[in-house]
Nanobody, 124 residues
Framework: QVQLVEAGGGLVQAGGSLRLSCAAS????????MGWFRQTPRTEREFVAT????????YYADSVKGRFTISRDNAKNTVYLQMNSLKPEDTAKYYC?????????????????WGQGTQVTVSS
């Protein structure tokens, strides 16, 4: 099992920044990629970004490309999501996820473990 704990959410004004973190524990060696998703009460879960543990290659949804940056610290088993130039439409609960398969990473089905989420609210 892998446990994921997100942190860093909060309330920020439009144009501001937040950095989310996701600390992984347990059998982290069984995973090879991490991702961030977001969801609101009115929308389905949406892919945000993904990164693999080895090469550090990041892949982003078009809606956040150029504003968000995903990174990882292998020594700390932690993944970060730096969010800049935030918009009200970025308001959502953000979830961290871990994948042991390394493919289909734009979809929730590509992940095996999920955190509890952290709320991000962007005011206009």
């Amino acid at each position: 099992q892998v446990q994921l704990v997100e942190a860093g959410g909060g309330l920020v004004q439009a144009g501001g920044s937040l950095r989310l973190s996701c600390a992984a524990s347990g059998r982290t060696a069984s995973t090879n990629a991490m991702g961030w998703f977001r969801q609101t009460p009115r929308t389905e879960r949406e892919f945000v970004a993904t990164i693999n543990w080895s090469g550090g290659f990041g892949y982003y949804a078009d809606s956040v490309k150029g504003r968000f940056t995903i990174s990882r610290d292998n020594a700390k088993n932690t993944v970060y999501l730096q969010m800049n130039s935030l918009k009200p439409e970025d308001t959502a609960k953000y979830y961290c996820a871990a994948s042991s398969r390394g493919y289909g990473l734009e979809y929730g089905s590509g992940y095996d473990y999920w955190g509890q989420g952290t709320q991000v609210t962007v005011s206009s």
